[in-house]
C-alpha cells in the first residue's frame, strides 16, 4: 500500500466518523471500525460517495477476537501509520460517585480502558515494523486529575487511566519512533455530548487528526485539545 494506513475505532457515527473523514481527505486509506458491521458499512459507504479512500471493518474493542481479525485485515496491507483509539462509552451521567454501580464503572473502562489496551497492544507489533507512526487515545478534560469535580466518577476514572496508558506506551514506544498522545475534542454535538454541545463534530475532530498525522519530532505522551497546544493532566 502507498498510501500512509490509519485506524479509527468506534467510527460509524460521532466524531469518529469526522475523524476518518478527514484523515482520508489527507490521503489517507482509512478502515472505519465498528462493533456493528452493517453500521460500519452504512458510514463507510457515505464516504466513500464522495470519492475517500475508507474502508468498513468490524471491531468491538471489548472482543480479542474481534479485534484479532481485524489486525489480520490490516496485516494484508502490511502498515498501519496512525491508530485512533476513539470508541467510548459515558454511562454514568448524572450519577453521584457515591452510588455509582461498581458494575457500571466496570463496564466504562471495559470500553474505555481495556479496550484501548487491547486494541494498542494488538496493532502496536505492526506499527513497530514500520518504525513510525501515532497512537491517538480519545481522552477528555474530564479524565483531568488537576480539576476534577462531582460526579462522573466511572466516566472521569476511565479517561485518567487511559492517560496512563497513553503516557506508557509513549515511553515504551518513542525508541521505535511512534508517538502516543491524548486527545480532548472539546464538548462537541454527538450521542455522547449531547444537542446543547457548542462544537461541531467537525471541529471535534480536528486535534485529533493533528495528532494521527505528526510526523518525526513531533510530540508524544502529552494531552492536547482543541488549541493544540498541551493541557495540564
Ligand atoms: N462528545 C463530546 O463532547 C466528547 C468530549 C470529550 C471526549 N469525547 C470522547 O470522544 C470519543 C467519541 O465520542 P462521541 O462523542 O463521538 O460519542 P458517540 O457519538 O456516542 O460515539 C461513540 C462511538 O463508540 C462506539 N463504541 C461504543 N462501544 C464500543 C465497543 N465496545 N467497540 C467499538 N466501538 C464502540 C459507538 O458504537 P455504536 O454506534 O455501536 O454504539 C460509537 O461509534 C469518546 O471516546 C468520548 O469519550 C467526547
Known amino acids: 500500500m502507498e498510501k500512509p494506513v490509519a485506524l479509527v475505532t468506534g467510527a460509524n457515527r460521532g466524531i469518529g466518523f ?9 490521503g489517507y486509506y482509512v478502515f472505519l471500525c465498528g462493533r456493528d458491521p452493517r453500521a460500519a458499512e452504512e458510514a463507510a459507504v457515505k464516504l466513500r460517495a464522495g470519492g475517500l479512500a475508507v474502508e468498513p471493518l468490524e471491531l468491538d474493542v471489548t472482543k480479542p477476537e474481534s479485534i484479532r481479525r481485524a489486525l489480520e485485515r490490516v496485516e494484508e496491507l502490511g502498515r498501519l501509520d ?20 461498581v458494575e ?15 486494541v494498542s497492544q494488538t496493532f502496536a507489533p505492526l506499527m513497530i515494523r514500520g518504525e513510525s507512526g501515532n497512537i491517538v487515545n480519545v481522552s477528555s478534560i474530564m479524565g483531568q486529575l488537576a480539576y476534577a469535580g462531582p460526579g462522573y466518577l466511572a466516566y472521569r476514572s476511565s479517561k485518567a487511566a487511559l492517560n496512563m496508558i497513553t503516557r506508557v506506551l509513549a515511553a515504551e514506544l518513542k525508541p521505535h519512533g511512534i508517538r502516543v498522545n491524548s486527545a480532548h475534542p472539546g464538548w462537541v454535538r454527538t450521542r455522547m455530548g449531547g444537542p446543547a454541545a457548542p462544537g461541531t463534530p467537525e471541529e471535534g475532530a480536528k486535534p485529533i487528526v493533528w495528532l494521527a498525522t505528526l510526523g518525526p519530532g513531533g510530540p508524544t505522551g502529552g494531552l492536547f485539545g482543541p488549541g493544540l497546544k498541551p493541557l495540564d493532566w
Open 18 to 26: 469526522e475523524v476518518v473523514k478527514q484523515l482520508a481527505e489527507k
Open 82 to 101: 496512525a491508530l485512533v483509539n476513539n470508541a467510548g462509552v459515558l454511562l454514568d451521567e448524572g450519577v453521584p460517585g457515591l452510588r455509582v454501580p
Open 104 to 118: 457500571t464503572v466496570h463496564a466504562t473502562f471495559e470500553v474505555n480502558v481495556y479496550g484501548a489496551l487491547r
